[in-house]
């Protein structure tokens, strides 16, 4: 089974998350991927903070998680995907952000369990598998 990790899942990887990391090591590394936009949600809310050594931390962390895990590609089959969810969910008057249906566009293109800790926001997304690592 493959599995790909939200921004959520990423920051509490970063945080040590004892429950996460040991899933996570549960299974072969291949089985797990990331996609860009996660890397850039978790950038981004790096650079928002103050320079301070709590910054440098979070910032080492994510270097060193990211050098680790597999990238998902963004793929044509991920941006077919990615307007199949977001039309889908604007018929529905269920609208989610654009880096959230790109995160899922990219499980589903895959194949993959979104691995979310926020799975009852990602589960309006039809046919896309979730699953909890952080209880």
């Given amino acids: ?6 921004t959520n899942v990423f920051s509490e990887m970063m945080k040590g998350n004892a ?5 996570l090591r549960s299974i ?3 089985d797990v991927s990331v996609p860009q ?8 809310g790096i650079e928002r903070l103050p320079k301070a050594k709590r910054r ?16 998902a590609p963004w793929t044509d089959d991920v941006t077919a995907h990615f307007g199949e969810i977001k039309a889908a969910l604007e018929r ?7 880096f959230d249906i790109a995160i899922a566009a990219h499980a589903r293109a ?5 691995v979310t800790a926020n799975a009852s926001h990602m589960d309006r997304v039809e046919g ?5 690592w952080t209880f």
């Avoid at 089974?1 to 939200?6: E, G, P, R, W």
């Avoid at 429950?19 to 899933?23: D, P």
């Avoid at 936009?37 to 981004?44: D, G, H, K, S, W």
């Fill in 128 to 132: 896309l598998r979730v699953e909890d």
């Fill in 37 to 44: 936009p996660v890397l850039a949600e978790i950038a981004y």
């Fill in 19 to 23: 429950k996460v990391l040991s899933r």
């Fill in 92 to 98: 529905r008057g269920e609208r989610i952000e654009d």
């Fill in 110 to 114: 895959a194949n993959a369990v979104l």
């Fill in 1 to 6: 089974m493959k599995f790909v990790l939200d």
């Fill in 56 to 71: 440098d931390r979070l910032s080492e962390r994510h270097a060193r998680i990211s050098e680790e895990l597999p990238r």
């Fill in 28 to 30: 072969p590394k291949s």
